[in-house]
């Protein structure tokens, strides 16, 4: 009986230890390349993976749960050269430190670029609705009287 229960104590810790080390952390700044300012919301991917990051107004970002293993990223920013850095070592339950000098681009090569973000439908945040209208805006409704202007105002109810 002791066996069993060793045993079984035995592949229990062997199944915690391999699932428990198995990923890390990439994290840094991405700066301008001659002043060293931050560059803010830049894109930084990791290469054949959808893992990846914006940076913040600091110029600051964190890929967390990043597999152990070595990986390329890709720095991209609009009006900036895309940056490429490789052999970024990745070891279990570690934060690899990788900062970026980008080049700012020149007129002639900046690409095309693409932004999509999404946004929630409904903010449980926001409380209330409020749309501010000046006087401008009211004169050029159709209406007779600032009573039938007001009734045609979303939300509003003129009694």
Not at 58 to 81: D, F, S
Not at 133 to 158: M, S, W
Request: hydrophobic share 35%; charged share 20%.
């Amino acid at each position: 009986m002791k066996e069993l229960v060793y045993c079984a104590l035995v592949v229990l810790a062997m199944y915690i230890s391999s699932i428990a080390g198995t990923t890390g952390k990439i994290k840094g700044e991405i700066t301008e390349n001659e002043t060293c300012e931050p560059i803010p919301y830049a894109v930084v991917q990791i290469e054949g993976t959808t893992m990846g990051a914006q940076t913040d107004v600091n110029g600051r970002y964190e890929i967390q749960n990043v597999p152990v293993g070595t990986w390329r990223l890709q720095v991209t920013k609009c009006g900036w050269v895309s940056t490429r850095v490789e052999s970024i070592v990745v070891d279990s339950n570690q934060t690899t430190f990788v900062n970026v000098a980008m080049t700012e681009s020149t007129l002639d090569s900046l690409p095309c670029c693409i932004l999509i973000t999404y946004r929630d439908l409904i903010n449980v945040s926001e409380t209330q609705s409020v749309k501010n209208l000046n006087a401008d805006q009211l004169k050029h409704r159709p209406a007779r009287n600032v009573r039938e202007t007001l009734r045609r105002i979303a939300g509003v109810v003129y009694r």
